[in-house]
């Protein structure tokens, strides 16, 4: 577990250094901003059934500050959702875009802020979470998307808790 945290951190700083070294691509015709609405299953794995819960979430995605490197089309994100049991986490990281046509693959990854409130402790305020992200577009400047993502924090919770969560989101997204 911990070997996979540190090819997470090794593949995270590579990313954001080649972004220093990477040309900016011309972002000339691009404006705006990309808003995500997403809603979904929080703890889908939950074997006994009492952990999960209804998550509904934002992501903000600024698309004039992509950039192009050698391994894909990175950028900054933000964003953060709440459980119907009062969990909620904040986010802020770096999404990787590629597309095939009108189809995207969008992985992502971001350390956060969580809280448990009434829902599953997860063992600590620090967690990371990593996602993968289909969309396809539909509209001009619009996306619909189905996402998989894993909420965990390298054992360093509470006497090494990590429980982790997975989590399947359905999204709207929309540049404005």
């Known amino acids: 577990m911990k070997n996979s945290f540190c090819n997470k951190i090794f593949l995270v700083l ?6 220093f070294v990477a040309k900016a691509e011309d972002n000339e015709n691009i404006s705006g901003h990309k808003y995500d609405f997403y809603a979904g299953i929080f703890d889908t ?9 209804t998550l509904y979430g934002f992501e903000h995605n600024n698309p004039i500050l ?18 119907d049991k009062s969990s909620i986490y904040l986010y802020t990281g770096v999404q990787a875009q590629y597309g095939i ?3 995207k693959i969008l992985p992502s990854f971001a350390p956060g802020y ?4 009434n829902g599953k402790d997860l063992g600590s305020a620090l967690e990371f ?15 619909i998307g189905f996402s998989y993502s894993h909420i ?3 054992d360093w919770g509470e006497n090494g808790k990590n ?6 989101t359905i999204s709207f997204s929309k540049n404005f």
């Open 163 to 168: 429980p982790g969560v997975n989590n399947k």
């Open 14 to 19: 590579t990313l954001i250094l080649s972004t």
């Open 45 to 53: 794995i939950d074997k006994e059934g009492d952990e999960k819960a």
């Open 66 to 83: 992509f950039r192009d490197t050698f391994v894909g089309k990175f950028s900054p994100i933000s964003g953060g959702f709440i459980t």
């Open 129 to 143: 979470k990593s996602e993968i992200k289909l969309a396809y577009d539909v509209l001009k400047n619009s996306q």
């Open 114 to 117: 969580y809280n448990a409130g």
């Open 152 to 154: 965990s924090n390298n």
């Open 101 to 103: 046509g009108p189809m």
